[in-house]
């Protein structure tokens, strides 16, 4: 069974930094793709940061490109989303999901149909 538990969100002021972790259990990690998604109050879900299959490539969103960096630790099963220089309009439930064997090229391909999600952590920064 395919598990991902978030965890690292919080409250933060404007300019300050978070790193989100995703613990994934149950699957191949190199084999899927995994994904950091947010969703604000009224918006729709989008993605953020995706890492491809294989740990080949990972694509941003336009707007956390040069603020946002996704790694993960292979021998943890772990992915993190490090968030630099938050601002107000971060603020959302960051979600984080897998999918098996998905190649992705650029930050438009990172979007919310994911097969498996977790249970979300909820960012959010004061002005």
């Known amino acids: 069974e395919v598990q991902l538990v978030e965890s690292g969100g919080g409250l933060v002021q404007a300019g300050g930094s978070l790193r989100l972790s995703c613990a994934a259990s149950?699957?191949?990690?190199?084999?899927?793709?995994i994904g950091w998604f947010r969703q604000a109050p009224g918006k729709e879900r989008e993605g953020v940061s995706c890492?491809?299959?294989?740990?080949?490539?990972?694509v941003y969103a336009e707007s956390v490109k040069g603020r946002f960096t996704m790694s993960r630790d292979n021998a943890k099963n772990t992915v993190y989303l490090q968030m630099n220089s938050l601002k107000p309009e971060d603020t959302a439930a960051y979600y984080c999901?897998?999918?098996?064997?998905?190649?992705?090229?650029?930050?438009?391909?990172?979007?919310?149909?994911?097969?498996?999600w977790g249970q979300g952590t909820q960012v959010t920064v004061s002005s």
């Open positions: 149950g699957f191949t990690f190199d084999d899927h793709a």
């Open positions: 999901a897998a999918d098996f064997v998905r190649y992705l090229y650029s930050g438009k391909e990172c979007v919310p149909d994911f097969a498996s």
């Open positions: 890492l491809s299959s294989g740990g080949g490539r990972t």
